[in-house]
């Protein structure tokens, strides 16, 4: 399962940076980054509503075998449409789409598939290991990427396209060495999945923690397309680097991340609320830090400091969660903080593209700075005047 992972992570993080920097490359446009950014996010948003109810109810391993054999068939389109001349803003577009809503499928059917993998003692460390890998692969896709500078940029979904493979491979394996799933528990409760989601947001709305956590997440979420789509253009116009400089800036975000995750395990469970509103604060000084003038390795040790703070919010409200939802309820929450995720970050796209097309990548990193420092600095104030 590891392997695939390893494989298919690094895939994915190749198939971001091409994604957006192909589209830039054919349109110039900070509202077409934006179309095809949305096209990436909304089907993943809509999927996720039926994607962890469908997982609970099936087999995990064989839908995440099928899932990763339909991406790699999606993926492929791209180098094919591109020799062929057809590459366009609506094929790439069609592409984000459908991998989007396959991707919402993938993660909850390997997290369901888990049980049957490890011992109950081992769940915790397989969860550290696959997050540490997904964290590691912000790195190494990304910084593949000058090395992969001769091929051209659609080919990048070719290399994506065979760590699906790999990953399916690697899943069928894993099925041969595995019991079936045990059903032995009795049927599910015909609940349906819109009243599983009910019950997390009853849960969550009714926790003063986890509401305003809910809340900081939904409008810092709102901020952060705005590095989506400064970042690319600064890259290529304020530095003038090519797509090998742009995923060395993301390579830097990634050793940030997986140095965050690493503080972020060593947080007294006392301090992680606090610590969450913290690190929002310090991403928008990260984010002002990168709009600035700085020179382009300025511009890197910015995003390496804002990759810091990201995991530092992040993994520190999912511990808390953990630590104090029932089990039973546990998916439930979890899937309200994602969907608050997407859909602001989905409805940030639009205002993005605006801010950077009226005024430019770094004043839309400005604003999206003041909105998001200001949002953990509430929470912050909100936190201390619970304890």
């Known amino acids: 399962v590891w392997a695939g992972q390893v494989a298919s992570v690094v895939g994915d993080r190749l198939y971001g940076v091409a994604l957006i920097w192909i589209t ?12 095809v950014s949305i096209a990436n996010t909304a ?13 609970d109810r099936g087999d995990g391993l064989r839908l995440a075998r099928g899932v990763d054999i339909a991406r790699a068939g999606v993926v492929a389109a791209v180098p094919a449409l591109y020799l062929s001349g057809h590459l366009n803003l609506l094929t790439l577009t069609a592409v984000a789409a459908l991998l989007s809503g396959l991707e919402a499928f993938f993660l909850p059917a390997l997290q369901a598939s888990l049980p049957r993998l490890v011992e109950p003692t081992g769940l915790t460390p397989m969860v550290s290991l696959l997050d540490s890998t997904d964290r590691l692969g912000r790195i190494l896709g990304p910084g593949l990427i000058g090395l992969l500078a001769a091929l051209p940029e659609a080919h990048l979904f070719t290399i ?9 491979a690697c899943l069928t394996v894993v099925l041969r060495h595995v019991p079936p799933r045990n059903d ?28 305003d956590a809910l809340i900081l997440r939904g409008v810092c979420n709102l901020a952060w397309p705005a590095f989506t789509l400064a970042v690319p253009f600064l890259v290529a116009h304020r530095y003038h680097h090519g797509i090998g400089g742009y995923g060395l800036t993301l390579g830097m975000f990634g050793a940030g991340n997986l140095l965050g995750t690493a503080l972020a395990a060593r947080i007294n469970d006392r ?5 969450c509103c913290l690190a929002w604060i310090g991403t928008g000084i990260g984010f002002a830090a990168l709009a600035a003038p700085w020179t382009y390795w300025a511009f890197l040790v910015a995003a ?8 530092l919010a992040n993994v520190t409200i999912n511990a808390h969660i953990a630590a104090t939802v029932p089990q039973r309820l546990l998916a439930r929450v979890y ?3 994602r969907i608050t995720v997407v859909a602001a970050s989905l409805a940030g796209l639009p205002l993005a593209a605006t801010l950077t097309t009226r005024y430019g990548p770094a004043s839309a990193l400005y604003a999206a700075a003041l909105l998001i420092a200001a949002a953990g600095n509430v929470a912050l104030l909100s936190a201390r005047t619970r304890t």
């Not at 994506?160 to 399916?168: C, E, N, P, R, T």
């Not at 301090?271 to 610590?275: A, K, V």
């Not at 390496?304 to 995991?311: E, K, W």
């Open 160 to 168: 994506d396209s065979f760590s699906f493979l790999i990953s399916a």
């Open 43 to 55: 089907p993943f948003l809509l999927a996720s509503t039926v994607s962890g109810w469908l997982a």
């Open 24 to 35: 830039l490359t054919l349109t110039g446009s900070p509202s077409a980054v934006a179309v």
């Open 184 to 211: 032995a528990e009795g049927p599910q409760p015909a609940s349906g999945p819109m009243l599983e989601l009910l019950a997390g947001w009853q849960r969550t709305l009714q926790t003063p923690v986890l509401r």
């Open 271 to 275: 301090w992680l609320t606090r610590t």
């Open 335 to 337: 899937t309200t903080q």
């Open 304 to 311: 390496f400091a804002t990759g810091i703070c990201t995991p």
